[in-house]
């Protein structure tokens, strides 16, 4: 294989992913090159021409490194290779070539906070390869000596649910886990742990792998006296991992202000290459956001407040303008992602989240795709967002997520990981083999094989947007007002209508549940409109243009977007 070097300073001053448009790969289900049951590389690869019809310029791939598998990927025992399951570094070194030979950049998904407790490091600090390596290791990771009456060192839980503490019997001492008890957190208040993870980022981008997506990157660096976190509620019985977690002020588990240094130093490297470095920043607050993206840290960082909003006015507004002028150009804006519910389940309409049959989930989450898409930052889809997909029905005996009582297939993650509909056949076409999810099948017209035949599916539909927004990229004055392209909100902050110019260009979309009429600029040139992009279920059947619907306006369907140059 042919080493990449490192780019040039002209090359960092580019920032490829301005105004870019990503997808993340849930690799386990995205598609099976060799009918395992199991998504893989060879399925990436072998789906490459599909993506690049779609327009992306970027790909996330999840985690794909060896893995015992206890969270799906996200308990590393090795961030150097390849797990035989999805493939070996050969292909994916395949992978990044034949991507970029299409336009699309690879992204990896890092995991720094933790590791496998099957990782040589953490086995090393049991004690398992002797006293040498365990007197080096033990430090790698965070022990401390059990409380007064022989519990836990502190209170804190963990994100998945129960204490975030495990007694490891053979030295009578506590290790801290944020996750799952199989996931040791890693003590980055170490210097070593800080070289071992220079050279994991240096092994990967000198496989041209184009920038990191960086898990859990509010919680890397702990409080150095690790004090218990104020409690504000008491844990009900029975409660979810939600419910535990938010009975407690998370003052000293995460949101540590040393975990910047972590990242200023990656910046420091990944600009040696040109690479996007971008964090999960699971931060709703906007003034959080700002804490967790200074200038000098990462590049940029998910926005998740999409996530968390109904389809309401109010919320929606909220979420678009919220954060501050100065994270604009740095956000990540995703609706759906591989730990959330689609946002098509949860944008429909009524009590029924899997009433999506009507299309108003589908509609809704593309209009929202279309306000998004023009702001300054990075639009990223989650694969199968492009086909309309709500969360694939699992059953109760079939759950696999360790997230959630396990009689609770709705606690956890499995509905919006089933594996990717891509054609006719046994298991809609993603492998001949048992899928490693058992799901229902989808309908014919949910695959993407019945999608790409039609224009004006919700495959076309986005395919339609992504093609505006490429071409109109020179228009959103990019490289202006601090190289985010300034935006002027047009709406006055209230109403069913949400609409903005940046550079060139008007959007605007129909939040509401009844047509809008939009006022229109003399000479303005429509370029898209979802209604008439796909078969919007408040639009008119024909598919006829609602652009003429009265001198200076434009009619929008409700849950429907347009935009137009000016």
């Known amino acids: 294989m042919t080493r990449s070097s490192p780019a040039s300073a002209t090359d960092n001053l580019r920032r490829w992913w301005a105004d870019a448009v990503g997808y993340q790969v849930y690799v386990r289900s995205f598609a099976d090159s060799d009918n395992d049951g199991v998504g893989d590389l060879g399925g990436v690869l072998a789906k490459l021409d599909y993506l690049a019809r779609l327009g992306v310029d970027f790909v996330w791939i999840t985690p794909f490194y060896p893995t015992p598998g206890d969270d799906w990927g996200y308990d590393v025992a090795d961030y150097c290779d390849v797990d035989p399951l999805f493939g070996d570094l050969a292909t994916l070194d395949r992978l990044v070539a034949a991507a970029r030979e299409r336009d699309i950049r690879i992204v990896t998904d890092l995991v720094p906070n933790h590791t496998s407790s099957s990782h040589r490091w953490f086995q090393a600090a049991l004690g398992n390869s002797g006293a040498a390596d365990?007197?080096?290791?033990?430090?790698?990771?965070?022990?401390?000596?059990?409380?007064?009456?022989?519990?836990?060192?502190?209170?804190?839980?963990?994100?998945?649910?129960?204490?975030?503490?495990t007694l490891e019997p053979e030295s009578g001492q506590y290790y801290l886990h944020l996750f799952l008890p199989s996931q040791p957190d890693l003590n980055w208040r170490n210097p070593a742990v800080a070289g071992e993870w220079d050279d994991i980022l240096r092994f990967w981008l000198d496989r041209d792998v184009a920038g990191f997506r960086v898990d859990v990157a509010g919680g890397l660096v702990k409080d150095a006296g690790l004090r218990s976190n104020p409690q504000l509620l008491p844990i009900p019985p029975r409660a979810s991992r939600w419910e535990q977690w938010d009975c407690f002020e998370h003052l000293y588990d995460v949101f540590q202000p040393e975990s910047q240094d972590v990242f200023r130093r990656w910046r420091k490297i990944c600009d040696e290459y040109g690479a996007f470095l971008h964090g999960e920043t699971y931060h709703l607050d906007p003034r959080g956001m700002d804490d967790l993206l200074p200038p000098d840290g990462m590049h940029g960082g998910y926005w998740f407040a999409p996530m968390h909003i109904d389809w309401e006015p109010a919320a929606i507004r909220r979420t678009l303008r919220g954060p501050s002028s100065a994270l604009a150009g740095r956000l990540l804006w995703a609706m759906s992602s591989h730990d959330m519910p689609r946002a098509p389940t949860r944008f429909a309409p009524g009590s029924d989240a899997r009433a999506h049959d009507d299309g108003w989930g589908a509609a809704r989450t593309l209009a929202f795709n279309v306000l998004a898409a023009f702001l300054p930052g990075t639009l990223v889809l989650y694969q199968g967002e492009?086909?309309?997909?709500?969360?694939?029905?699992?059953?109760?005996?079939?759950?696999?997520?360790?997230?959630?009582?396990?009689?609770?297939?709705?606690?956890?993650?499995?509905?919006?990981?089933?594996?990717?509909?891509?054609?006719?056949?046994?298991?809609?076409?993603?492998?001949?083999?048992?899928?490693?999810?058992?799901?229902?099948a989808r309908p014919a017209g949910e695959t993407a094989a019945a999608q790409s035949q039609d224009e004006r599916s919700w495959l076309g539909a986005y395919r339609a947007l992504l093609d505006v927004q490429q071409r109109a990229r020179p228009a959103l004055s990019n490289g202006t007002a601090g190289g985010n392209g300034a935006v002027e909100w047009t709406d006055r902050g209230s109403g069913e209508v949400i609409s903005y110019r940046r550079g060139r260009l008007a959007v605007a979309a129909n939040v509401g549940d009844t047509a809008c009429e939009v006022p229109l600029e003399d000479g303005a040139t429509l370029l898209y409109d979802s209604a008439t992009a796909c078969r919007h279920p408040g639009a008119d059947p024909s598919g006829a243009s609602t652009q003429d619907a009265a001198d200076g306006v434009h009619l929008l369907p409700p849950a429907s977007a347009a935009v137009w140059q000016i």
């Open 134 to 165: 365990r007197e080096r290791f033990r430090d790698y990771y965070i022990w401390r000596d059990p409380a007064p009456d022989g519990g836990p060192p502190n209170n804190w839980v963990g994100y998945f649910g129960g204490p975030a503490w």
């Open 386 to 440: 492009e086909l309309g997909l709500a969360d694939g029905e699992v059953a109760a005996e079939d759950k696999l997520d360790p997230v959630g009582p396990d009689d609770d297939v709705g606690a956890g993650r499995d509905g919006c990981r089933t594996p990717m509909p891509w054609g006719d056949g046994p298991h809609n076409g993603f492998s001949a083999a048992e899928p490693w999810l058992r799901s229902a």
